[in-house]
């Protein structure tokens, strides 16, 4: 079974955002697709793609809002973390659009961005986008706001693109957006695109962000990107992040997985495991670094890891370490 794609939650919250602002019922939609509202705000946290998915489509589905992807691409660039961070800081466009692509992959794991040139026109792309129809224009509309925000860091904010394409097949109720009004549109292509002029290339961006001497970006080693490593570890991450909002159920792991409970539960039969065991190991790894903190008690350890009550607490910690939660206290904090 392939690995789970991975992506940071601040996309989530880029929609969750755009449908306040259309005073749509978005945490509905949230609950729907089993996103905790504390998890999507916090942006850093790792997130199933899948689950986005299902968000972004089933949102801009039943609520008619057919540019919610581009409302929510609408965000600001560098208030996207440290990619943002690289991005705007780059001195010339050419260098922008290259941290965009190299840097974009520790925001998703399939991220495929990539630039390429025919005679005077540049093409800034994406790869391929999986989903339904609908959570693919979602998805694009997202990515091309993102990347035509890019291009007007150096093109400035007014320019607008003559050509795109589309990996959709159509333009039902967005002909008019500011994106496409007076754009040339190749529909069903094998990636997503937006033209511009090839000397473009060597322009310095407009906003200053590269000569700003308040803003630093830390440094990252070469090479360190979202990597998923089999299914099963990667959803223990996720579960990790997840359960310090909410309690998991075998649903939710599943939708994670983009796969049937029943699917799952022969996977992880394989790995010799439950569901319920899977939780209690990840609780166990959460309650042992929340034990080294000596101004949480036990009860709050207790309910900050869903647990009803301190005995149950006390019951599983036991069987995992052989000892009470206060006794490895002890041995851990001499």
């Given at each position: ?19 306040r ?39 801009a ?42 840097e ?8 495929d ?21 609908a959570q ?15 291009l007007?860091l ?6 607008s ?10 333009l ?120 080294t ?29 052989g ?12």
């Amino acid at each position: 079974m392939a690995t789970i794609p991975l992506v940071r939650a601040r996309y989530a919250h880029g929609f969750l955002t755009a449908l306040r602002e259309h005073g749509a019922p978005a945490e509905r939609y949230l609950e729907r697709s089993r996103l905790p509202v504390e998890l999507v705000e916090d942006g850093n946290c790792l997130i199933s793609a899948f689950m986005l998915w299902h968000f972004a489509g089933d949102a801009a589905r039943d609520t008619g809002i057919s540019d919610l992807g581009l409302a929510a691409g609408s965000v600001p660039v560098e208030s996207h973390g440290e990619f943002g961070s690289r991005v705007t800081c780059a001195p010339t466009l050419y260098r922008a659009i290259g941290t965009f692509c190299s840097e974009a992959r520790a925001e998703y794991s399939r991220a495929d961005f990539y630039l390429t040139r025919a005679l005077d026109v540049a093409w800034f792309c994406r790869g391929r986008i999986d989903g339904s129809p609908a959570q693919v224009q979602q998805v694009e509309l997202y990515v091309l706001g993102l990347m035509l925000q890019t291009l007007r860091l150096a093109l400035g904010m007014d320019w607008s693109p003559i050509r795109i394409r589309l990996q959709n097949t159509d333009l039902v109720g967005l002909a008019d957006t500011e994106l496409f009004r007076n754009a040339e549109v190749e529909f069903g292509c094998r990636c997503s695109g937006i033209a511009f002029p090839v000397p473009s290339l060597g322009l310095p961006l407009r906003t200053g962000f590269a000569a700003a001497s308040n803003l630093t970006v830390p440094a990252r080693p070469a090479g360190k990107l979202l990597e998923p490593d089999d299914l099963i570890s990667t959803l223990r991450s996720l579960l990790d992040d997840y359960m310090r909002y909410a309690t998991p159920t075998l649903d939710v792991a599943s939708e994670m997985a983009g796969t049937s409970k029943r699917s799952l539960q022969r996977l992880l039969n394989r790995q010799r495991l439950s569901f319920t065991r899977l939780v209690d190991e990840i609780r166990f790894e959460q309650a042992t670094s929340l034990l080294t903190d000596p101004a949480m008690t036990i009860t709050e350890i207790a309910f900050e890891l869903g647990y009803s009550d301190p005995a149950q607490f006390t019951r599983v910690f036991r069987r995992h370490a052989g000892m009470p939660p206060r006794a490895f206290r002890r041995q851990s904090n001499p």
